[in-house]
């Protein structure tokens, strides 16, 4: 057991990001057996999620991530899966335009104006 005060802070925080990163971990072994199980789209979006966000919280090296990601892709490929189109959103249509009423230029504030600076007296002669 540490004696130092930071020496204990820092046995507290890894704790910490242990319970973190092996929840992440958890997740990632669910999602990738659920689409090993049953290859679905839901099933894939779910996985590539899943390994989007390990390798974003650094559980995993993204270069590993991106290699999974492409692994799951082929597997559904092959496995006659199409991506779920329900995922991306459709940008929305915009509404009927209004007449915009004329902007005006915003105005210009005046700089105030410099005051005479002070004259001192002449000093006077004895």
């Not at 209004?98 to 104006?113: E, L, S, Y």
Request: no cysteine; proline share 7%; hydrophobic share 40%.
């Amino acid at each position: 057991m540490p004696i130092i005060k930071s020496a204990k802070k820092r046995v507290r925080v890894a704790k910490k990001a242990a319970v973190r990163n092996s929840k992440t971990k958890r997740t990632l072994r669910g999602a990738l057996k659920l689409f090993s199980r049953k290859a679905s789209s839901s099933a894939h979006s779910s996985a590539q999620s899943a390994i989007a966000k390990a390798a974003k919280k650094g559980v995993m090296h993204k270069n590993k991530a991106a290699r999974l990601q492409k692994q799951l892709a082929a597997k559904s490929r092959a496995a006659g899966v199409k991506p779920a189109a329900a995922a991306k959103k459709a940008a929305p249509k915009p509404a009927a335009k209004k007449a915009a009423p004329a902007k005006k230029a915003p105005a210009k504030k005046a700089t105030p104006a410099k005051k005479p600076a002070a004259k001192k007296a002449p000093a006077k002669k004895k």
